[in-house]
C-alpha cells in the first residue's frame, strides 16, 4: 500500500508528521455539537409502541443503526428538540459514563429519529465528511483520548467543549471521501470474516456440547446404565467460605491456594490467584481443604453448573461444592455429565436477583452412570474430540483478534496519514 511522498511535523498529540497538504483543525471549528440534557424529565412511562425512535448507546453500537431496537417517545416529545432531530451524515457519540466513545455515523435514515441524554449529535460542516469524522473518532488514535477519560473520572462525562477542542487531521473534502471509501470497504470485508469465524466458533461448541451429551447418556436413552444420585458415586461434599479480606493473600504463591467461582472454567485448576495460610483455615471454621482430585460445581449465580478439576489440595469460597472421595465412578466422567446436564441443574436453582443451589440439591442429583470400563472408554474418546474442537476454535479466536488488530491498525493508518488510499478507490 502506498504511503504519501512528503511529510511535516504535526502539533497533534501522540502524532509526529502528517502528509504535507494536511491541516490540523478542532472539531468544533468545523462540526455543529449539541445535545439534549434531561428531556424535561422523560420517564419510560411515556415510550409508546409507534412514535420516534431514541437512540441510546446499544442503539449505535453495531456497525448499522438499530432503529427498530430503541425506545420510542411520542411526536410531542420529539418536537420539544428540534436541534437533535438527526440527519444523514450526523455523527452520533456517547459522552457518558464506562461507554465513553462510542460512535456512529447516521448513513440513512428510514424515518425520523432523536437521542437520549447519553449521546451527542455532531453534524458537519460542508468541509468535512461525516464518514471521516466517524472513522476518526472510531480510529485507535482518537480513542485515547476516550481512554484517558474513562480512566481519570468516577463517573466519567464528555463535555461539549471537550469535544470541540478535540484536534485532527484534515485532509481536502476529495481525500476525505476517499478515506472513507476505503474504510468503508475494508472494514466490510473484516467484519465478514470475522462473522464468519464467529459463526464457526458456534457451530464448534454446539457440536463439542452435542458429542459430550450424547457420549454421557444425556441425549438418548441408555437403558442399561444407572441413573445415580451424585451422593452415591462421592464419599462426601465440601463447601468453603471467604475469609476478610486481610486473612486472603493475594498471590498465586499463597501457602494454600483458594478457588472462587470465576476459576471454574471446566478445566483442571493448577494454581489460583489467591489463597490464605493454614494459620486462617485453622481460624476459620468454613474453610477446609478439598483434596487433589475433587470435583469443584458452582452454585450460585450466572455461573451455576460451572465446574473444574482440582489438581492440587485447596480451599474454596461458599459459592463452591466440593465432590470429594469417589466411589467406582471416573471423576472426569462425572465432570463431562455435569457439563451436558448444565442446563438441567439450572432448573433447581431457587432464588430471584441470585438465583443459587445447595449442596442438597447437588448431592440428590442423578446422572446416567456406565460401568467403570465404559467411562473411562468415553473420557479417552471425549478427551480426543474435544481437543481437536478446541483447538479448531483457539485457531478460529485467534484469527478474530488478528483481524481486529489489523482493522483498528488500518483505520488509524488512514485517517492520520501514515498510508495513502486514493489509489484504492479509484
Known amino acids: ?8 511535523p504535526t502539533s497533534l498529540e501522540w502524532l509526529e508528521v502528517l502528509p504535507s497538504d494536511w491541516d490540523e483543525r478542532e472539531i468544533g471549528r468545523e462540526v455543529w455539537v449539541r445535545a439534549r440534557l434531561g428531556w424535561k424529565g422523560l420517564t419510560a412511562s411515556e ?9 441510546a448507546t446499544p442503539d449505535i453500537k453495531g456497525r448499522a443503526i438499530d432503529y427498530g431496537g430503541a425506545n420510542r417517545i411520542p411526536q410531542d416529545r420529539y418536537d420539544e428538540s428540534p436541534e437533535i432531530m438527526l440527519r444523514e451524515g450526523d455523527v452520533l457519540l456517547t459522552k457518558d459514563g464506562s461507554t465513553i466513545g462510542t460512535v456512529n455515523v447516521v448513513r440513512d435514515l428510514p424515518e425520523p429519529a432523536t437521542v437520549n441524554g447519553s449521546i451527542a449529535v455532531l453534524t458537519p460542516t460542508g468541509r468535512l465528511d461525516g464518514r471521516y469524522l466517524y472513522w476518526f ?3 485507535t488514535y482518537a480513542q485515547g483520548t476516550f481512554d484517558r477519560l474513562r480512566g481519570g473520572m468516577g463517573v466519567p462525562h464528555l463535555f461539549q467543549r471537550d469535544i470541540n477542542r478535540i484536534r485532527l487531521p484534515f485532509p481536502r473534502p476529495l481525500e476525505q471521501r476517499a478515506i472513507a471509501d476505503f474504510l468503508d470497504r475494508e472494514t466490510t470485508q473484516i467484519d465478514t470474516l470475522i462473522e464468519e469465524q464467529q459463526r464457526l466458533i458456534e457451530l464448534l461448541r454446539e457440536r463439542r456440547s452435542a458429542s459430550i451429551a450424547r457420549s454421557t447418556g444425556w441425549d438418548h436413552s441408555t437403558a442399561d446404565w444407572t441413573r445415580a444420585r451424585l451422593s452415591w458415586l462421592f464419599d462426601r461434599t465440601a463447601s468453603g467460605t471467604t475469609p476478610a479480606n486481610a486473612d486472603i493473600v493475594y498471590s498465586s504463591e499463597a501457602e494454600i491456594p483458594w478457588v472462587t467461582t470465576g476459576e471454574l472454567r471446566e478445566e483442571v485448576i493448577i494454581e489460583t490467584q489467591r489463597g490464605v495460610t493454614a494459620d486462617v483455615v485453622g481460624r476459620y471454621s468454613g474453610l477446609s481443604v478439598h483434596p487433589s482430585g475433587s470435583l469443584l460445581i458452582a452454585m450460585y449465580g450466572a455461573t451455576i453448573g460451572r465446574t473444574a478439576l482440582l489438581g492440587i489440595d485447596a480451599a474454596s469460597n461458599q459459592a463452591c461444592c466440593a465432590l470429594v472421595g469417589p466411589i467406582g465412578v471416573d471423576v472426569e466422567f462425572v465432570q463431562y455429565s455435569l457439563s451436558a446436564a448444565r442446563e438441567r441443574l439450572l432448573l433447581e ?4 436477583g441470585q438465583p443459587n443451589i445447595n449442596q442438597e440439591k447437588i448431592r440428590s442429583f442423578r446422572i446416567p452412570v456406565p460401568s467403570l470400563i465404559e467411562q473411562r472408554r468415553i473420557v479417552a474418546d471425549l478427551k480426543e474430540k474435544t481437543e481437536k474442537i ?3 476454535i483457539a485457531k478460529a479466536e485467534q484469527f ?8 483498528a491498525a488500518l483505520i488509524t ?3 492520520t496519514g501514515q498510508i495513502d488510499v486514493r489509489d484504492e478507490v479509484a
Open 137 to 139: 473518532i472510531a480510529s
Open 400 to 407: 478474530i483478534e488478528l483481524s481486529r488488530e489489523r482493522r
Open 47 to 55: 415510550y409508546v409502541d409507534n412514535g420516534v425512535p431514541m437512540l
Open 1 to 8: 500500500m502506498k504511503t504519501h511522498e512528503q511529510f511535516r
Open 349 to 352: 436453582a431457587v432464588g430471584g
Open 413 to 415: 493508518a488512514a485517517v
Open 390 to 392: 478446541d483447538s479448531l
